[in-house]
């Protein structure tokens, strides 16, 4: 923008003079043509006026321009040619103050004005452009304080830089800094009443600000909130989605048959909004939670739409209604709908977790896994799931827009839950909805969670981002969904007369309600100790939890659990307990923090846990390959089998899965058949064997392998990580040692033959003494002489490794040395191929019980290599 000088001097009052004669002395027909224009003498003579201040302006004389246009005001305070001449001169200053005075004015008399609006949101300073373009890239890549620092920069060039509030509003509108979004939306609506987005986002900053104040402020933040949104729907309804943010505000005052309503209108206006679906769900929801089944009821018989008749269906499950809501949920899967059918197949889910039909009920949640065609269907999946999400699992999903990339990601987050991936029934995903069962029956909060209703009274619990997006349960539920049953609970009821040393003061006669749960150290879990709270001010259902425990009663009840609890017990003064309960309180976060971005299943306490033993060896396969063998085996006295012929019916089911980095399943195995007719062919040593082959790349994959009685009365497996090794190299290489209850010539009858040889292979790595011990391993590319033959040396050894006997420490030969310290066979072997097949039997009669680690070592006396290879075992 020009900015022109001020008139000062003889030549400029010169200028002037001409200007000002020219004026006076023309003809109407040459003059500007003006809206104010009238036949009238009077409004011709202040036609004339502006028509001089207007040519004055132009000629940059800004201050003679300034007395004509206030002369005409005062033949006419409403002349918008007046109000913008004026506006206009101070737009050429850059007067922000004067900017807004002059326009703003005009803009009374007429809203719609385009010069007015344009002078208003636009800067005059060229130099402010790249700055905003610069702050609102920073905005846009999530960088907010950085953004926030260069918007305030072009406010400094121009202060009236219209960009720059509205880029200020939207940077704290994501930090959800409501009162700085008032600030900055207010400031446009200052100078454009009716910008959209400004009253759009002023209806929600006062909403939510005003939902944790108390009733009066609440009240009249709400008021406003409801006059943002209404100015909003009175110039466009269709403005995003402000119907929606209409019926939340509603929701926020808990008047749920108005937020439904509002959600039903934003839905015929656009029916498209994933979002508003989601939402208008959870509308519902709340609405069968707070309000009279009979009310409910009326409304949905006589509601018009498929929302109706599926919440119908889920009044009826919430109820016990199990066959009215059965009914219901199968019909409307059977028609044409306007919703999405996920909700409905996934209360099917909690619907079959209620009557104990399991297979039913996992069979409903892959079907809907499956069935995700649309965005929809996989935010309503979403709903269900993420109340265990873990941080990086969130970001991942964010970042999804293909249907198919999301319905994948379900499919992982089940797979990578569950403890016996390899059963088609997934365990962790029936426990998680037997959890969300009980938690909505039990730890259903959807209140307002403020500082007030807070026992942490300092923020020192921290949580990950999945805690945020919970709507409908107390801190007790949270925890509940990510762990089950604890194993211990206590509750305090009455104080105990010792003062409290969380305060100078004497203990009150009444204690908060309070709760500590404690979940016992486990193989795979560390011990987890929560303490909650309802405080004083808090109301119903609104379970918190607590850092750290301030009243002797509870502690008391608590004693035993832990150490740091105890020593908060012991402690004689206020300065010694608030050290105490300060390190209490940072570890409790780090425990919080930790226990909030983790899971873990449960299994029920009648599930005894069958006894299982895993082996894997690796040898080199087909075109770069690695051939990994599992050996699995259960003691047969594991198998209950006097049960199984008493009881014909019952079953047993076992397998065996391998799966990539991604959990992407690479094979797996799954058998199920009467456990009255196990495989003898099977068995050996009184154990129940399988072995599982894969072709796999050299990698690491995750081993699963699992095995129960269909009465789930036992059951075991376990999960690991396996690194695949590679056989590729051209080297003197031994595959992995295979131990082996037995190794005979080809028996077509066995199920365990390899080659020209049947190896019953042992899987727990346990041998009686009574007993030989069978070795087999594989040694590939060894070097050929001139003659194409190989010749190599092989040495075993047997080391004692857990001391037994007064701690002496044994070394034993192979093939029965015994009574030696130290012995070392070696054998001399010649052979025509560069790969060589072994396999060796034990005699171990004459070692003593422990565990023993056995040694191979082969040497290439071709290439003069060498290269060994050891397995752990134990002698009984």
């Known amino acids: 923008m020009v900015r022109y000088p001020e008139s000062t001097g003889r030549c400029s009052l010169f200028t002037f003079a001409v200007i000002f004669s020219f004026v006076a002395i023309s003809p109407a027909w040459l003059l500007p043509q003006s809206q104010e224009q009238n036949h009238g003498s009077k409004i011709s003579g202040l036609q004339l006026i502006i028509n001089a201040a207007d040519s004055l302006r132009a000629a940059g004389f800004f201050k003679e321009s300034e007395d004509k246009y206030h002369k005409a005001l005062k033949l006419n305070k409403k002349s918008l040619d007046a109000l913008k001449g004026l506006g ?42 790249p700055v905003v373009r610069r702050a609102d890239s920073l905005r846009t890549a999530g960088k907010y304080e950085e953004a926030e620092e260069v918007y305030k920069k072009a406010l400094k060039i121009y202060q009236g830089c219209f960009q720059a509030f509205r880029g200020l509003g939207k940077v704290y509108f994501e930090k959800q800094n409501w009162a700085r979004v008032k600030d900055w939306y207010k400031q446009i609506l200052d100078v454009q009443p009716r910008d959209l987005e400004a009253g759009y986002c002023l209806g929600i900053a006062y909403r939510e600000a005003g939902k944790t104040d108390k009733h009066i402020i609440k009240k009249l933040h709400f008021g406003k909130s409801k006059k943002y949104f209404a100015g909003v729907i009175k110039i466009d309804s269709s403005f995003k989605d402000v119907l929606y943010q209409r019926g939340f505000l509603e929701r926020r005052k808990e008047k749920w048959f108005e937020s439904v309503r509002w959600g039903e209108l934003q839905l015929l206006s656009k029916p498209d909004l ?26 949905l018989r006589t509601a018009e739409g498929d929302w109706p008749a599926y919440f119908l269906g889920e009044l009826h499950r919430l109820k016990k209604r199990y066959t009215e809501a059965d009914a219901i949920f199968r019909s409307l899967l059977n028609q044409e ?32 896994t499956d069935s995700i065609k649309f965005e929809v269907d996989s935010e309503f999946l979403f709903e269900d799931l993420k109340y265990i999400l873990k941080d990086k699992e969130l970001d991942y999903f964010k970042t999804l827009s293909d249907v ?122 560390p011990k987890r100790i929560f303490h909650f709270m309802v405080e004083p001010m808090a109301s119903g259902n609104n379970w918190r939890l607590s850092p750290v425990l301030a009243n002797f009663s509870m502690l008391e009840d608590r004693q035993g659990w832990d150490p740091k ?22 570890e409790n976060s780090e425990v919080v923090f930790k226990a909030m971005s983790n899971d873990s299943h449960s299994w029920s306490k009648k599930v005894m846990p069958l006894k299982m033993s895993a082996f894997v060896a690796h040898f080199r396969g087909d075109q770069g390959k690695t051939r990994m063998e599992v050996y699995i085996g259960i003691q047969l006295k594991e198998l209950s089998l006097k049960k199984a012929q008493q009881e014909k019916s019952l079953e047993f089911e076992y397998g065996a899965g391998i799966y990539d980095s991604h959990l992407d399943e690479q094979a797996k195995f799954f058998e199920k058949h009467p456990l009255a007719d196990i495989d003898p062919k099977r068995i050996s040593n009184d154990y129940f064997i399988n072995r599982y082959v894969f072709d796999l790349k050299p990698e690491t994959y995750q081993l699963s392998f699992y095995a129960q009685s269909s009465d789930k009365s036992k059951l075991g497996g376990g999960n690991f990580d396996i690194e695949v090794p590679s056989f590729k190299n051209d080297k003197l290489n031994l595959s992995d040692l295979e131990l082996a209850f037995n190794i005979v010539p080809f028996d077509s009858s066995s199920v365990f033959n390899r080659g020209e040889l049947s190896i019953v292979p042992n899987p727990s790595a346990k041998f009686k003494k009574s007993e030989p011990m069978f070795l087999y391993y594989e040694i590939y590319n060894l070097t050929k002489d001139e003659q194409g033959v190989t010749s190599f040396e092989t040495e075993y050894s047997i080391n004692q490794i857990e001391r037994q006997k007064k701690g002496l420490k044994r070394i034993f030969g192979f093939l029965g040395g015994g009574g030696k310290e130290s012995i070392s066979i070696k054998n001399d072997h010649q052979g025509h191929d560069e790969t060589s097949f072994e396999y060796a039997s034990f005699d171990v009669s004459k070692l003593d019980s422990g565990d023993y680690r056995l040694t191979v070592k082969v040497n290439d006396l071709n290439g003069d290599l060498d290269s060994e290879k050891t397995v752990k075992l134990r002698l009984e």
């Open 88 to 129: 206009k001169i101070a737009y050429a200053r850059q007067d922000w103050g004067k900017i807004k005075r002059w326009f703003k004015k005009v803009l009374e008399i007429d809203p719609e004005n385009e010069e007015a609006i344009y002078h208003l949101t636009t800067s005059p300073n060229e130099r402010i452009v």
């Open 274 to 299: 994933v979002h508003v679906q989601v939402g208008l769900f959870k509308f519902y929801r709340l609405l069968l939670k707070n309000k009279g089944e009979r009310e409910v009821t009326k409304m």
């Open 337 to 368: 709908l306007t919703i999405s059918k996920t909700p409905i197949l996934l209360s099917l889910v909690r619907l079959n977790i209620q009557q104990n039909n399991e297979e039913q009920a996992i069979g409903y949640f892959n079907l809907a």
């Open 404 to 525: 198919e990339d999301k319905r994948r990601f379900f499919h992982r987050f089940g797979e990578s839950r569950d403890p016996t991936p390899v059963s088609p029934v997934n365990v962790r995903v029936l426990e998680h909805y037997r959890r969300l069962v009980y938690a909505e029956k039990n730890y259903w909060f959807d209140g307002v969670r403020n500082e007030v209703t807070d026992p942490d009274k300092f923020g020192v619990l921290k949580f990950p981002k999945s805690y945020e997006l919970n709507e409908e349960f107390n801190d007790r539920g949270l925890i509940y969904i990510r762990y089950g049953e604890p194993d211990q609970t206590a509750t305090t009821v009455s104080p105990s007369p010792r003062f409290n040393l969380a305060s100078t003061s004497i203990v009150s006669s009444t204690l908060p309600r309070n709760e500590s749960w404690l979940y016992e150290q486990s193989a795979d879990q």
């Open 565 to 586: 609890l105890d020593r908060l017990l012991s402690v004689r003064s206020q300065s010694e307990y608030l050290a105490a309960a300060h390190e209490m309180e940072i």
